[in-house]
């Protein structure tokens, strides 16, 4: 780096030589020509900066300074490959949830539609036990009526038959009929 400053400033203290008719003639390096002291104060400010080593300071700088941006820029790669990750870890997340939601969506309308079909089956069962209980309850007056028909039709036939066999019976009979009736009762007790 400094090989290539020193040469760099001399071509640069050039205009200063060119303004004289000869560079090399006696009165350019006169203290008395302003040429000459500006390109000796040039050669002196050189001359520091090269003692001050301000050129490999400089060059440190901007190492320090490459570096840095290198740094900055490597730490912004990775910062990117790290959000890239985790959107592509919030796209599967995303994917998975939406996945499940779906096998959710599904699960729930079969199971609706189960329900649905169970509901008819318990209808259809409770309209069956319904029909059953009502035929139970049409058999059981049925049965009702008939018994009650029997019964009144029992009842007149004792009425009728108390009638008949109080108009046809005599005081003797009706004695004979009880001695009767003692006398079975009294054999089946002893």
């Known amino acids: 780096m400094k090989k290539l400053l020193i040469p760099a400033f001399i071509l640069m203290a050039q205009p200063a030589l060119a303004s004289s008719k000869n560079p090399f003639a006696a009165e350019f390096w006169s203290l008395h020509n302003t040429d000459f002291i500006v390109l000796l104060a040039f050669l002196v400010f050189v001359g520091v900066l090269l003692k001050l080593k301000v050129p490999s300071k400089v060059g440190e700088m901007l190492d320090g300074r490459a570096a840095s941006i290198r740094s900055d820029l490597e730490e912004a790669k990775s910062i990117r490959e790290e959000a890239q990750t985790l ?58 009526a008939v018994k009650e028909v029997k019964d ?32 079975t009762v009294e054999a089946k007790l002893h």
């Open 87 to 144: 959107l592509a870890s919030f796209e599967r997340k995303q994917k998975e949830v939406q996945e499940q939601a779906d096998r959710i969506v599904a699960t729930a309308k079969e199971e609706a539609e189960a329900a649905a079909v169970q509901a008819k089956a318990d209808i259809a069962a409770s309209v069956a036990r319904r029909l059953a209980a009502a035929q139970d309850q049409i058999a059981s007056a049925e049965a009702s």
């Open 152 to 183: 009144r039709a029992v009842m007149v036939a004792v009425s009728a038959a108390k009638e008949v066999v109080a108009k046809q019976m005599t005081a003797a009979s009706a004695n004979k009929l009880i001695d009767d009736a003692i006398a």
